[in-house]
């Protein structure tokens, strides 16, 4: 069974730093793209970054880029969001996603889903 | 960036029902175009991608279909486990892949 479990979330400050992490289970990891995505309270979904399985290539939302860096360890079957210079519109759920098998083709279609960490950014 | 309109906000259904969803695109996404559910206090489902083909275990009753940048999700027979918020997405411009903002099905 596809597992991914979140963790890292919590409240910080204006311009503070987060990691967030996402641990898989139950498949390949190295084979797979993976993808951070988040929901502001209450909002709709919203893409993040991607990564290859590989980790050579990643792609960010302007939102994001120039703060927040995704990367992996495949060693250890983990995900992980840095996230830098925080503001009050990064708060939300993010996500830890999974893209459909590689076998599928193609990218961006996410058929596995964590349950979330919060991020909550205030003073 | 593609911008994805989704419509109605909120529908209104009664069970055993068809529901009908919209979805448009600004500009041409060719099939490359899924279909989320997510209910409240969890992470959403694939449902449907390529615009047409069910993600493994969907049942049969959600079906997509689509007509130019015109993309609609149907529900054929709504059972009680189907209200929930519906998400399109469109990831043939990328970055960044854009989701619409969302059509609650409530029970009428």
């Known amino acids: 069974e596809v597992q991914l479990v979140e963790s890292g979330g919590g409240l910080v400050q204006p311009g503070g730093s987060l990691r967030l992490s996402c641990t898989a289970s139950?498949?390949?990891?190295?084979?797979?793209?993976m993808n951070w995505v988040r929901q502001a309270p209450g909002k709709g979904l919203d893409w993040v970054s991607s990564?290859?399985?590989?980790?050579?290539?990643?792609y960010y939302a302007d939102s994001v880029k120039g703060r927040f860096t995704i990367s992996r360890d495949n060693a250890k079957n983990s995900l992980y969001l840095q996230m830098n210079s925080l503001r009050a519109e990064d708060t939300a759920v993010y996500y830890c996603?999974?893209?459909?098998?590689?076998?599928?083709?193609?990218?961006?279609?996410?058929?596995?889903w964590g349950q979330g960490t919060l991020v909550t950014v205030s003073s | 960036e593609i911008v994805m309109t989704q419509s109605p906000a909120t529908l209104s259904v009664s069970p055993g029902e068809r529901a009908t969803l919209s979805c448009r695109a600004s500009?041409?996404?060719?099939?490359?175009l899924a279909w989320y559910q997510q209910k409240p206090g969890q992470a959403p489902r694939l449902l449907i991608y390529?615009?047409?083909t069910r993600a493994t275990g969907i049942p049969a009753r959600f079906s997509g279909s689509a007509s130019g940048t015109e993309f609609t999700l149907t529900i054929s027979s709504l059972q009680s486990e189907d209200f929930a918020v519906y998400y399109c997405?469109?990831?043939?411009?990328?970055?960044?892949?854009?989701f619409g903002q969302g059509t609650r099905l409530e029970i009428k």
């Open positions: 139950g498949f390949t990891f190295s084979s797979y793209e």
């Open positions: 996603a999974r893209d459909l098998p590689p076998d599928y083709g193609g990218k961006f279609r996410f058929d596995s």
């Open positions: 997405q469109q990831y043939n411009n990328w970055p960044p892949v854009t």
């Open positions: 990564i290859s399985g590989s980790a050579i290539t990643t």
């Open positions: 390529g615009a047409s």
């Open positions: 500009q041409s996404v060719s099939s490359n």
